[in-house]
């Protein structure tokens, strides 16, 4: 390394250097620089337990004659050019010396490190001091905000002229921090500049220039690079742990008590001391200091915590903080199934909640899912979606294939990086889902009735059977007699399906079983036997409450003439009302009340009209017995805006009667001044809230049932019940953002206020980890917004606000937070109001800012205010000439389309008064990844059941953060990576096989485009089937299904799809505090 050294004197001086103190190395260095007519700077290594592994620079500020030294401007900017310290006289006054020393016990020092001092260290604007005669050569900034910054770069410098900007700074300019090291850009602001401060290694003290495109200098500023303490790890379980703490400044209180100085974590200090700290020759603290296994100790709340070093209990010191995050694991709280769980051979969802999760994962994208336990059908994978996230609970849903066996699925859910100082392991949750083995069932049974002498052919369908095959066939009987002739057509792990032919009976007519059996496993189904020649039907009332007491109408056929009837109802007699002789003789009865052996919906019951002389002689026919609705669930929807009753079945309900049908008045007053019912489906009954509500999960609420019957109304009404309400399984997290100032002067107040959509029964949490006194003033505070007053602030110190909205559901939003600067010279105050999240790419965007002088505000500061916006990607500001987006005023439109879906970027506006004072707010945007758009052109359709080419067109399906919804449609994007999959479901609940060989499972590309060849399929007495497509990018995935109505002839394919697009698009935006939304579409006419 060469040796870099400069010195200045007016009369008989010298400078001297030794050892490693005057050497400069990129890698390992130390350099000084003094000047002196008697004296000189040395640095020499020490023999103590301490021992250096890498050296530092170290640089002081001093009028003493032992070290200080002056030149002119031009020696300034000639030596910033040449050496690592310089000193000049046309601002500041900056000499140095410089020694070195390390430890190797308990203290280590890091590689390349340096640590500064200087008298003018502060993050408030300065006016550095007039500059002696001669005149500097170059014009030199009056103000620069902040004068210094942190090694790691990326902040917003603000470099202000008192005689406004120099001659020949333009956009083309660039600025040097320090010394051989090249320009970076600046944007113009007035009369001065706002520039991008890039990294470096080098701590000091610098006289910044401000160069045109030939290296020439334009004009001069101070500048230093400081580096903030650091901890590692940077996050400890609430336990606790062991870490290693590195400052690069001297601590608070160290020279009044340099043997007893603690690590403070937040207001605890570590358990005993760091013992005695590394110093030089000189008696001098050693920096940096690293000092090792310093035990953090344990908190009671999880979040960031300030980490200091104070000796002699002294407060925070220094200008630069750091800070250690506590972090309480992961743990799952409810595995919920849904949709009735998991079954052998069906693929279900699965909804995991876990509270704490991981701050690294960011949504679906961030986590790792696996898989464990049955063998998976097909080879299918799982996937996962989130539903919600917050800091403190995250709800995902896990979509899980088809199982063939019955053992539990083992879920386990990974972040994709761990949170710092922990591991990955550490970070990962375990549930488990049981799957169930589904009961046997039959399907399918054409015909389902039969005469006693048999002979009948008989189709039967069993679900979930285990497999047969043609030299082990299953066994079928009817009533207990076993069927001759059984003909296996197919069977797989889904469905069995058999021909069987009834065989004679002996026992006479009447309701029997049909049973079809399989390695030990029986599914069975209601047979009716009749006498041969006799039948009955039955022509009115087939359909009735279980309460009875309905008349119906029975044909009957076949019986000799003159025969006296004896009707039975599931057993139980029905009285005849009236009979009517003739070819067929028509009988009125009066249907007996049923009482089911288990609750359904609807049960099918069989009538038995028989000989009242011989029972034996009898037909039947199939009568429907409705129990009435009732009412399953009744729940919150996530955001707690509306109550959702469901029931068990479609109901009579339509359209938005009064609530008053259902709810007494002085019950419905817990629902609000005016709430609106609206019946969103046949079996949902949806209650929209409105101001002055009170209803929360777990009250109880009566309910009328009196207008609410079957969908036929022949159920007839239920019994009034009591309403359960509860909180939704997913909880919509608020939204919110603090919006407020960066900057005040110390004679100002800094009002800060929570914008967003939180909800009813809204709490905010307001906290400050920085600082104590701020922390103190405003922890209980619990509205949704505070007042600091800048006199409460450290000149020059940033301090971080935080706050957390949550709502009567008990949804906390993500911590909002701020930083607030009082600064020495006071600036406007500035503060900027922006849409809240989340933000989308196809939604614009917009911002406002407002500013307010500060009342200590210097003259002319009124004159004029200039607003200028730079929008750039990434969560670092960029200087304008590398924006996504920029704009001048005081407000900002991001159109849609110009962020990109899962990313961030930077938004910041820089405002400067007529004085020349600059003030800024930033703001980091993250646009959200939006789900895929899946579009099935066409929609439901009638097709022949024999028709070779039905087609299935999802080309249309797009990524909105890809392309817009416009020109995905018109075909001038092309969404690319979206892979497709589809599936066919049966109308009895099967999956669509082949009508060919085995009869397999069908199956289908992975195509945007799909032709259905309907008649290759097994769709006997089938009334449609479903198609379903799914599509999937990354960890998103999106379904959509269509239904295809299978018809007996050829039809003309008739489908409706939306082929006009416009730009114009229209959005209620805000939220309501009552009322609800209805949206009408009229064209020519009214219509």
Same mark, same amino acid.
């Given at each position: 390394s060469s040796s870099r050294s400069s010195s200045s004197s007016s009369s008989s001086s010298s400078s001297s250097s030794s050892s490693s103190a005057s050497s400069y190395s990129s890698s390992s260095s130390s350099s000084s620089s003094s000047s002196s007519s008697d004296s000189s700077s040395s640095s020499s290594s020490s023999a103590s337990s301490f021992s250096s592994s890498s050296s530092s620079s170290s640089s002081s500020s001093s009028s003493s004659s032992s070290s200080s030294s002056s030149s002119s401007s031009s020696s300034s900017v000639s030596s910033s050019s040449s050496s690592h310290s310089s000193s000049s006289s046309s601002s500041s006054s900056v000499s140095s010396s410089s020694s070195s020393h390390s430890s190797s016990s308990s +203290?280590?020092?890091?590689?390349?490190?340096?640590?500064?001092?200087?008298?003018?260290?502060?993050?408030?604007?300065?006016?550095?001091? =007039?500059?002696?005669?001669?005149?500097?050569?170059?014009?030199?900034?009056?103000?620069?905000?902040?004068?210094?910054?942190?090694?790691?770069?990326?902040?917003?410098?603000?470099?202000?002229?008192?005689? *406004?900007?120099?001659?020949?700074?333009?956009?083309?300019?660039?600025?040097? +921090?320090w010394p051989g090291t090249a320009g970076v850009a600046l944007d113009v602001l007035g009369s001065g500049f706002?520039?991008?401060?890039?990294?470096?290694?080098?701590?000091?003290?610098?006289?910044?220039?401000?160069?045109?495109?030939?290296?020439?200098?334009?004009?001069?500023?101070?500048?230093?690079?400081?580096?903030?303490?650091?901890?590692?790890?940077?996050?400890?379980?609430?336990?606790?742990?062991?870490?290693?703490?590195?400052?690069?400044?001297?601590?608070?209180?160290?020279?009044?008590?340099?043997?007893?100085?603690?690590?403070?974590?937040?207001?605890? =200090?570590?358990?005993?001391?760091?013992?005695?700290?590394?110093?030089?020759?000189?008696?001098?603290?050693?920096?940096?200091?690293?000092?090792e296994l310093v035990p953090a100790p344990a908190q009671s709340s999880p979040g960031p915590y300030l980490v200091y070093v104070s000796c002699g209990g002294a407060g925070p010191g220094g200008e630069l903080s750091t800070s250690i995050t506590y972090v309480r694991m992961p743990s799952v709280t409810a595995v919920n199934p849904e949709g009735g769980g998991c079954l052998v051979f069906s693929g279900c969802t699965v909804l995991v909640k876990v509270a704490d999760p991981p701050s690294t994962v960011a949504g679906a994208e961030s986590l790792s899912l696996g898989v464990s336990g049955p063998t998976l059908l097909d080879g299918a994978s799982p996937y996962l979606e989130v539903l919600q996230l917050s800091s403190a609970e995250m709800a995902v849903r896990v979509h899980l294939p088809a199982a063939q066996t019955a053992a539990p699925f083992s879920i386990t859910l990974a972040p994709a990086a761990a949170v710092g100082g922990f591991t990955v392991a550490q970070m990962?949750?375990?549930?488990?889902?049981?799957?169930?083995?589904?009961?046997?069932?039959?399907?399918?049974?054409?015909?389902?009735?039969?005469?006693?002498? *048999?002979?009948?052919?008989?189709?039967?369908?069993?679900?979930?059977?285990?497999?047969?095959?043609?030299?082990?066939? !299953?066994?079928?009987? +009817?009533?207990?007699?076993?069927?001759?002739?059984?003909?296996?057509?197919?069977?797989?792990?889904?469905?069995?399906?058999?021909?069987?032919?009834? =065989?004679?009976?002996?026992?006479?007519?009447?309701?029997?079983?049909? $049973?079809?059996?399989?390695?030990?496993?029986?599914?069975?189904?209601?047979?009716?036997?009749?006498?041969?020649?006799?039948?009955?039907?039955?022509?009115?009332?087939?359909?009735?409450?279980?309460?009875?007491?309905?008349?119906?109408?029975?044909?009957?056929?076949?019986? !000799?003439?003159?025969?006296?009837?004896?009707?039975?109802?599931?057993?139980?007699?029905?009285?005849?009302?009236?009979?009517?002789?003739?070819?067929?003789?028509?009988?009125?009865?009066?249907?007996?009340?049923y009482a089911p052996a288990a609750a359904s919906t609807e049960h099918a019951v069989w009538a038995t009209v028989a000989s009242a002389s011989d029972a034996s002689v009898s037909a039947a026919v199939e009568l429907t017995y409705r129990e009435a609705p009732t009412v399953l669930s009744s729940v919150f929807e996530a955001a707690g805006m509306t109550v959702t009753v469901t029931f068990d079945q479609d109901t009579n309900g339509q359209g938005a009667p009064s609530c008053l049908s259902y709810f007494l008045l002085t019950v419905l007053s817990a629902f609000g001044d005016a709430p609106k019912c609206v019946w969103t489906s046949p079996s949902a009954l949806t209650i929209t809230l409105s101001s002055g509500a009170t209803l929360v999960p777990g009250d109880r609420v009566p309910f009328i049932m009196g207008a609410v019957s079957s969908l036929d109304t022949l159920s007839g009404a239920g019994a009034d019940t009591q309403l359960t309400v509860l909180a939704p399984d997913v909880k919509q997290a608020p939204t919110i953002l603090l919006m407020g100032p960066n900057g005040i002067g110390a004679c100002d107040t800094a009002s800060l206020t929570?914008?967003?959509?939180?909800?009813?029964?809204?709490?905010?949490?307001?906290?400050?980890?920085?600082?104590?006194?701020?922390?103190?003033?405003?922890?209980?505070?619990?509205?949704? $917004?505070?007042?600091? =007053?800048?006199?409460?602030?450290?000149?020059?110190?940033?301090?971080?606000?935080?706050?957390?909205?949550?709502?009567?559901?008990?949804?906390?939003?993500?911590?909002s937070t701020i930083k607030i600067t009082a600064k020495s010279v006071p600036p406007p105050v500035v503060s900027m109001a922006l849409d809240p999240e989340p933000y989308k790419r196809n939604q614009g965007i917009t911002a406002f800012a407002s500013v307010v002088l500060s009342a200590c505000a210097p003259a002319g500061a009124d004159s004029q205010v200039s607003f $200028?916006?730079?929008?750039?990607?990434?969560?670092?500001?960029?200087?304008?000439?590398?924006?996504?987006?920029?704009?001048?005023?005081?407000?900002?439109?991001?159109?849609?389309?110009?962020?990109?879906?899962?990313?961030?970027?930077?938004?910041?506006?820089?405002?400067?008064?007529?004085?020349?004072?600059?003030?800024?707010?930033?703001?980091?945007?993250?646009?959200?990844?939006?789900?895929?758009?899946?579009?099935?052109?066409? *929609?439901?359709?009638?097709?022949?059941?024999?028709?070779?080419?039905?087609?299935?067109?999802?080309?249309?399906?797009?990524? !909105?953060?890809?392309?817009?919804?416009?020109?995905?449609?018109d075909g001038t994007c092309a969404s690319t990576g979206i892979v497709y999959g589809w599936e066919c479901a049966l109308s009895s609940g099967g999956k669509c096989r082949s009508s060919a060989g085995s009869r397999a499972v069908a199956s289908f590309g992975a195509l945007s485009v799909l032709s259905v060849d309907l008649s290759q399929m097994s769709l006997e007495g089938e009334s449609h089937v479903d198609m379903t497509v799914s599509a999937r990018k990354g960890a998103r995935v999106s379904t959509a299904s269509l239904r295809i109505a299978l018809a007996e002839r050829a039809v003309e394919e008739v489908l409706v799809s939306m082929q006009a697009y416009t730009a114009t698009r229209v959005s209620f935006v805000g939220s309501a505090a009552s009322g609800g939304y209805s949206w009408s579409i009229s064209g020519g006419g009214g219509q």
């Open positions: +203290f280590s020092s890091s590689s390349s490190s340096s640590s500064s001092s200087s008298s003018s260290s502060s993050s408030s604007p300065i006016a550095p001091t =007039p500059a002696p005669t001669p005149a500097p050569l170059f014009p030199h900034a009056s103000m620069v905000d902040p004068v210094f910054a942190e090694a790691s770069g990326g902040q917003v410098v603000v470099v202000t002229f008192a005689n *406004g900007l120099p001659s020949g700074i333009d956009a083309s300019s660039r600025v040097v +921090f706002s520039v991008v401060c890039p990294s470096t290694d080098a701590l000091g003290t610098f006289v910044g220039t401000v160069r045109d495109a030939a290296g020439g200098v334009l004009a001069t500023f101070d500048f230093a690079f400081k580096r903030s303490p650091t901890v590692s790890p940077g996050a400890v379980a609430m336990s606790g742990g062991l870490v290693t703490v590195t400052f690069y400044e001297e601590p608070a209180g160290y020279k009044s008590n340099p043997g007893n100085c603690k690590v403070v974590f937040g207001t605890t =200090p570590q358990a005993g001391t760091l013992g005695v700290l590394p110093t030089n020759a000189d008696g001098n603290l050693t920096l940096p200091v690293s000092a990962t949750v375990t549930a488990s889902a049981a799957v169930s083995a589904p009961f046997p069932v039959v399907q399918r049974l054409a015909p389902s009735i039969a005469p006693i002498s *048999g002979g009948v052919l008989v189709t039967l369908v069993a679900g979930w059977l285990p497999p047969s095959t043609r030299r082990a066939l !299953p066994t079928v009987t +009817f009533g207990g007699v076993d069927s001759a002739s059984v003909t296996l057509s197919y069977s797989d792990d889904f469905a069995t399906e058999v021909v069987a032919e009834v =065989p004679a009976i002996s026992a006479g007519a009447g309701v029997t079983q049909v $049973s079809v059996s399989s390695g030990g496993a029986s599914a069975t189904a209601d047979f009716k036997l009749t006498t041969p020649g006799l039948s009955v039907s039955c022509g009115a009332g087939c359909v009735t409450g279980v309460s009875g007491g309905t008349q119906a109408t029975l044909d009957v056929e076949g019986f !000799p003439a003159g025969t006296s009837y004896l009707v039975t109802v599931g057993g139980n007699t029905a009285q005849i009302t009236a009979a009517v002789s003739g070819a067929t003789d028509r009988l009125t009865v009066t249907l007996p009340a929570v914008e967003g959509t939180v909800g009813r029964g809204a709490s905010y949490a307001w906290s400050c980890f920085d600082n104590s006194g701020v922390d103190a003033l405003i922890r209980s505070q619990t509205g949704s $917004s505070v007042s600091i =007053p800048g006199m409460a602030l450290p000149i020059g110190i940033p301090v971080t606000i935080s706050v957390v909205a949550s709502n009567f559901l008990g949804a906390a939003s993500a911590p $200028s916006w730079v929008v750039s990607e990434g969560a670092l500001p960029l200087p304008a000439g590398q924006a996504v987006l920029t704009a001048e005023g005081s407000s900002i439109y991001i159109p849609p389309g110009t962020l990109k879906g899962g990313s961030e970027y930077h938004l910041r506006c820089t405002v400067v008064d007529g004085a020349g004072t600059a003030a800024r707010v930033e703001r980091v945007i993250r646009v959200s990844s939006a789900p895929i758009v899946v579009s099935l052109r066409g *929609g439901d359709r009638l097709a022949f059941r024999g028709s070779t080419g039905v087609t299935l067109d999802a080309s249309q399906s797009y990524d !909105p953060d890809q392309c817009g919804e416009a020109a995905a449609k």
